[in-house]
């Protein structure tokens, strides 16, 4: 069964560096989605990507943030200079259409230090 | 803004039936979702509904969708060890900025 794959599981990083989360999405989906759950708090929207650039994003998505899709199959997350309150599980997600059916991976748990 | 919420926990024991209930605010709302999430581990889509139906069973899930009072709802029959997990209410329309809207979780705990 096809399925949403990120690395790393687990990444822990100190304040003020860069890191990057890398997602590979279900290859036929054309919408991807990278969400945020922080420790006893709700799965927060960041961002959503169509046809090579950002179709939505939240408040949350700030300058820190960026999201690229380097090649055919890879959808990555940058933060550039982590905070403590960046420490999350970051889930990436795909869907064939907009809004319908989303998929989503295992998750990276971010721990800023 | 958009506003999905859930009871936090819910105790049943197995062999039992499970009812997780979902309230939401937006009227737009197109599709309506239940995700589970086992400890450690992602969110898996168990099941969905179109706003426009009003129940759909799929195997031990079944899901009830009450528009008017914006009420939704997961039951799972016979419930077993295996589904002690948190169940999320998620919900997508087609206003803009609005992608998936999550509910907060309702734990299950199933006892033997």
């Excluded at chain 1, 590979?24 to 927060?44: A, C, M, T």
């Excluded at chain 2, 706003?51 to 528009?67: E, F, G, H, P, Y």
């Excluded at chain 2, 419930?79 to 900025?97: H, K, L, M, P, V």
Aim: proline share 3%.
């Amino acid at each position: 069964e096809p399925e949403v794959t990120q690395t790393p599981s687990h990444q822990v990083t100190q304040m003020g560096q860069e890191v990057i989360l890398r997602c590979v999405p279900i290859s036929n989906h054309l919408y991807f989605y990278w969400y945020r759950q922080i420790l006893g708090q709700k799965v927060e929207f960041l961002v959503s990507f169509y046809n090579n650039e950002i179709s939505e994003k939240s408040e949350i998505f700030d300058d820190q943030f960026s999201v690229e899709r380097p090649d055919g199959s890879n959808f990555t997350l940058k933060i550039r200079s982590t905070k403590l309150e960046d420490s999350a599980m970051y889930f990436c997600a795909s869907s064939l259409r907009q809004r319908t059916e989303a998929f989503f991976g295992q998750g990276t748990r971010l721990t800023v230090v | 803004g958009e506003d999905v919420e859930q009871s936090l926990f819910l105790s049943v024991r197995e062999g039992d039936s499970s009812v997780i209930n979902c309230t939401y605010t937006d009227s737009s709302s197109t599709y309506l979702y239940w995700y589970k999430q086992e400890p450690g581990a992602g969110l898996q889509l168990l099941t969905y509904i179109f706003s426009n139906m009003d129940m759909k069973q799929d195997q031990r899930l079944t899901v009830l969708l009450n528009k008017k009072d914006k009420h939704l709802s997961l039951r799972i029959a016979d419930t077993q060890t295996g589904d002690s997990a948190i169940y999320f209410c998620a919900e997508s329309g087609f206003g803009y900025g609005q992608n998936f809207v999550f509910g907060p979780g309702t734990r299950l705990s199933a006892l033997p």
